[in-house]
């Protein structure tokens, strides 16, 4: 239920051009939240209209005066339909699919309309100026906003606006809003120069667990995206829960991508050396871990591990 506004936050100048600030959870356009003007178009056809009706009323024209009413009551139905053409839209923030940094974000957005009626030609624009339109049949649709993300962190959406024109273009109904949404960015990675030499007592080993192929070594707790092949499925069947078995043998790694291996190099640039380490050492299948100034994640593999250490670079330096 929506929490009743104060006098003061009615006739907020901010709320007319920002909206309520940044909001989680689903959007409903009711009418307090949205605003109509006329357009260009719509004020040159007011200043037309009254130039006639001067003309009507000083030679006392029937003619004109009947076109001088006609116009002017298409005018007020299309207030009406451009208004109504918003009420009742529903907008959800999506999730957004970490991209690396200096590539372009892409934010989705539902957009639900509940009735039975097609909302032609309503935009989204994003204040940073991405720009989308769409007609909105009835159900969900998705429409996507797009933003350079240029450095590494949380990337927000930032305030989008929701406007239509329809149907004649004379004036415009518009919402403002901010929903809570952003975009993990990770460090751009930096030119492939092969992974750091193996440190002692981790690599071929044999007494630490990596990912060798010869020997079953352990089992540990399935983590999301460990391949289905390497499941100890017997202890499924007993319902104690999933496990992934662990190899190791001769050909067995484990490499520990620590920050202390990069001395004198600016922090943004070991953060994108230690990127470019993560996919490396990822795509060789190596069991890895990464050691940074502010956490430590163990040695692990696969997509579950790329990602955690991906995140840790990403969000380096940030509260949590």
């Known amino acids: 239920m929506a929490t009743p506004l104060t006098l003061r936050q009615r006739f907020s100048l901010a709320r007319f051009l920002r909206g309520l600030g940044t909001e989680t959870g689903p959007v409903t356009l009711d009418r307090r939240r949205i605003y109509i003007l006329p357009t260009r178009q719509g004020l040159l056809l007011g200043a037309v209209l ?46 957004c699919p970490a991209v690396f940094a200096g590539e372009t974000a892409r934010f989705p957005v539902g957009v639900h309309n509940d009735g039975g009626e097609v909302r032609p030609a309503v935009i989204l624009q994003a204040a940073h100026g991405s720009e989308a339109m769409a007609d909105m049949g009835p159900g969900t649709q998705w429409v996507e906003l797009a933003r350079p993300a240029p450095r590494r962190g949380r990337l927000p959406l930032g305030r989008i606006t929701v406007a239509t024109r329809f149907p004649l273009g004379l004036f415009r109904a518009w919402s403002p809003l901010e929903l809570a949404m952003d975009c ?23 007494g630490e667990r990596g990912q060798g192929h010869d020997d079953f070594a352990a089992l540990r707790p399935y983590h999301a995206g460990d391949s289905l092949r390497h499941v100890h499925w017997k202890a499924v069947a007993r319902e104690q829960g999933m496990h992934t078995k662990q190899f190791a043998g001769e050909a067995a790694q484990e490499l520990w991508l620590a920050w202390e291996l990069l001395p004198g190099v600016a922090p943004e640039a070991r ?8 996919l490396e050492a990822d795509a060789a299948g190596l069991a890895y871990g990464l050691r940074l100034p502010d956490r430590t994640i163990a040695p692990d593999f696969g997509p579950a591990q790329r990602r955690r250490c991906l995140e840790a670079l990403a969000l380096y330096g940030e509260r949590p």
């Open 50 to 95: 009254l130039a006639i009706l001067l003309g009507a009323i000083n030679y006392d024209n029937g003619l004109a005066f009947a076109l001088v009413f006609l116009l002017t009551g298409l005018g007020v139905v299309s207030i009406l339909h451009t208004w109504r053409n918003l009420l009742g839209l529903r907008l959800e923030a999506g999730r």
């Open 184 to 206: 993990l960015v990770y460090p751009a990675p930096a030119p492939q120069r092969g992974l750091p030499p193996d440190q002692p007592g981790t690599a071929g080993s044999g």
């Open 271 to 278: 953060l994108s050396r230690l990127c470019r380490w993560v």
